[in-house]
Each structure stands twice: as structure tokens, then as C-alpha cells.
């Protein structure tokens, strides 16, 4: 079967750095994404990983193993508007002619002050 | 501002009734894809299609059904509408497909059925 796990919830201060694990079990493997999602909004891209390693951009950076079935999203240097979901979504191997992604439930982030 | 359109944003309807959401993609994009969210759930894949063609099915019940035109704008119909179809309805885009494409997502359409 597919199973995307991030945590539910997280908290940070403002300034700090924060660290959203997602593990992943699923037939297949042909890259992972990360998103944004502001409350009633649409999800913006932030990052894409399909082999291992660390992809850095900016404030945030991605890392992936794929041996380990797991990513984390790294956010630096924590601002108010970082308040938001995040989301890991996993492309099928399977889905070899098709970028249908499957999406864990997402990690709410809320900053404070 | 992602380029992808959808109308309208707010949808409220009766069980029972049917409904149509619109997507129009970003300039140039072939591919389409429609999702559903809802409050206790992530996204969840309903269909893609491609250049007019479906390529890819998720758990999309029967009562829902879509489709691509020759201009690229695609429509979700949703038919005899239950509670809990009450979701935001999200459409996304992408240049092509199959290569790990970055999928730009519009800014939803959110149903609510009474």
C-alpha cells in the first residue's frame, strides 16, 4: 500500500529553525515533493528531491534518502508568515507516464513570536 | 499567483444536485489534474489528463467525472452530490508529464453541500 507520515502539528519561535520529518512506504519511488499550504489556500512548491542528498534553497532546504523512505524539510531562520501546512507528497515509480502524486495528510506549522 | 484558474471559488449546493468546477491551466501546461481536500484529509489524487487525454486515475467515485478540451481547460463534474463532498477542489497544472513535473495549483474551489 501507499503511506505518507509526517507529524501533525509542530511549534517554533521566531528566528529558530525547524526540522518536518515525512516517512514514506510505497511501491515505488520516483521523487518527492514538498509544499506550502496557507490556510484556505492553494499549496505553492517549494522543493523537489529524486536522489539522495541535500537540496538547499534559500531559507529552506530538502533532504532525501531513499534507502530510509524518509525526507525532512528544513526551514531557517523562522518567520511569522512560515505559519502554514507543509506537505510531502511522493510520485509511484509506477506512475511512470503520469505525475500523479500522492500527498501525506501535512504538518502544521505555527510560529511564534 | 500560480497562473492556474479556477472558477468559481465558492460553491454551495444541495444533496443531490450536480455541479460543475472549471480549471484553466497555466499557459502552455498540457497536463491537468484534479484533487480533493477535505477537513480531516490530505490531498487526495482524483484524475490527470493530458493533452485532452485521461492518464491517470485516483479514487475518483463514479458519480465524479471530468474531462480536457481542445483548449486545455479542463472540468470536474460532480453528480448527486452527498455531504460529504463538502471539500476544496483543487485543479494543478504541469508543462508535461512523466518526468517528475512541478505542479502549479489554483487557488481551489471550495463546495459546500447542504
Known amino acids: 500500500g501507499q503511506n505518507i507520515d509526517q507529524p501533525t502539528e509542530m511549534t517554533a519561535t521566531e528566528g529558530a529553525i525547524v526540522q518536518i520529518n515525512c516517512t514514506y512506504q510505497?511501491?515505488?519511488?520516483?521523487?518527492l515533493f514538498w509544499y506550502q499550504q496557507h490556510a484556505g489556500e492553494a499549496p505553492t512548491f517549494l522543493s523537489y528531491?529524486?536522489?539522495?542528498g541535500l537540496e538547499e534553497k534559500g531559507r529552506f532546504s530538502s533532504f532525501l534518502s531513499r534507502s530510509k523512505g524518509y525526507s525532512y524539510l528544513l526551514l531557517k531562520e523562522l518567520q511569522m508568515k512560515d505559519s502554514a501546512s507543509y506537505l510531502c507528497a511522493v510520485r509511484d515509480e509506477r506512475t511512470y507516464n503520469t505525475d500523479k502524486l500522492i500527498f501525506g495528510t501535512g504538518t502544521r506549522l505555527q510560529v511564534f513570536p | 499567483d500560480s497562473g492556474v484558474t479556477q472558477t468559481p471559488k465558492h460553491l454551495i449546493t444541495a444533496t443531490g444536485q450536480r455541479v460543475t468546477l472549471r480549471c484553466s491551466p497555466r499557459?502552455?501546461?498540457?497536463?491537468v489534474y484534479w484533487y480533493q481536500q477535505s477537513l480531516d484529509q490530505g490531498l487526495q489524487f482524483l484524475i490527470q489528463?493530458?493533452?485532452?487525454?485521461?492518464?491517470a486515475k485516483g479514487n475518483i467515485l463514479e458519480r465524479f467525472s471530468a474531462q480536457q478540451f481542445p483548449d486545455l481547460h479542463s472540468e470536474l463534474n460532480l453528480s448527486s452530490l452527498e455531504l460529504g463532498d463538502s471539500a476544496l477542489y483543487f485543479c494543478?497544472?504541469?508543462?508535461?508529464?512523466?518526468?517528475?513535473?512541478?505542479?502549479?495549483f489554483g487557488p481551489g474551489t471550495r463546495l459546500l453541500v447542504l
Open positions: 510505497t511501491s515505488g519511488f520516483n521523487g
Open positions: 528531491n529524486v536522489l539522495d
Open positions: 494543478a497544472s504541469s508543462a508535461e508529464t512523466g518526468g517528475g513535473e512541478t505542479q502549479y
Open positions: 489528463y493530458y493533452n485532452g487525454e485521461e492518464r
Open positions: 499557459s502552455g501546461d498540457l497536463s
